[in-house]
């Protein structure tokens, strides 16, 4: 059995728009993940999942809500429950990479030849919001078709060629990222029993 830890990402996982920022799988094979994509009416998911033999994920049961903090509060509370109901144990934990620059395509959808491609800092993760209209992000203060996500700062020149915005939650901008304020480490005891029952619905979501 794998002991109980924290593993770090260096490729932003999207499902249907959200870019997953933490999980916590439990040895049976199910877990939960806290999800985010600013440009969503609910921009915060928390989702069960099954994991397959290959590392592959069914998520289902999204529950949506608008604060970070909510989300939190959810995930917390349906990694416990579940914990408590199974007497289940954690494998492990995983966040989404600290430092991620996100860029905002505020003039088109993202598409080929409209963001940069430097060799040294390829994308990590591109969305389109899918409404075929802008969005507010940014907390209001600015109108996207999509945003891109990147290891390191683009230059000036780069967001000026392609027309991109900086988010102001970069860590360039003196400011933590989601990703930051979610360490909080695992969390409860780790009884031995663990659930063995599967589920066979994918992408079943309740709103």
Same mark, same amino acid.
């Given at each position: 059995m794998l002991a109980r830890g924290t593993e770090r990402r260096y490729l932003l996982e999207i499902v249907q728009g959200?870019?997953?920022?933490?999980?916590?799988?439990?040895?049976? %094979?199910? $877990?939960?993940?806290? $999800?985010?994509?600013p $440009?969503?009416?609910?921009?915060?998911?928390?989702?069960?999942?099954?994991? %397959?033999?290959?590392? @592959?994920?069914?998520?289902?049961?999204?529950?949506?809500?608008?604060?970070?903090?909510?989300? @939190?509060r959810d995930f917390d509370?349906?990694? #416990?429950?579940?914990?408590?109901?199974y007497h289940a144990a954690v494998k492990n934990t995983e966040l989404g990479p600290d430092g991620v620059y996100r860029y905002y395509s505020t003039q088109r959808p993202v598409d080929i030849g409209t963001y940069p491609k430097p060799p040294d800092n390829l994308p990590l993760s591109i969305v389109n919001y899918d409404d075929d209209r802008r969005r507010p992000v940014a907390n209001g203060r600015?109108?996207?078709?999509?945003?891109?996500t990147y290891a390191k700062p683009l230059t000036e020149k780069q967001m000026e060629d392609y027309e991109l915005?900086?988010?102001?939650?970069?860590? #360039?901008?003196?400011?933590?990222?989601?990703?930051?304020?979610?360490?909080? %480490?695992?969390? $409860? @005891?780790?009884?031995?029993?663990?659930?063995?029952?599967?589920? #066979?619905?994918?992408?079943?979501?309740?709103?």
């Open positions: 959200y870019a997953i920022l933490k999980t916590t799988t439990f040895d049976s %094979g199910h $877990g939960f993940a806290l $999800g985010h994509n $440009g969503a009416p609910d921009p915060f998911v928390t989702w069960q999942f099954t994991e %397959g033999e290959k590392g @592959q994920r069914d998520y289902y049961w999204g529950r949506y809500g608008n604060s970070l903090e909510w989300a @939190q509370r349906r990694v #416990d429950d579940y914990q408590h109901l600015l109108m996207a078709w999509g945003e891109l915005k900086p988010a102001p939650a970069n860590p #360039d901008r003196a400011r933590p990222s989601i990703t930051a304020r979610l360490k909080d %480490g695992a969390r $409860g @005891q780790e009884p031995p029993k663990e659930p063995s029952q599967k589920r #066979d619905h994918k992408n079943h979501e309740e709103r």
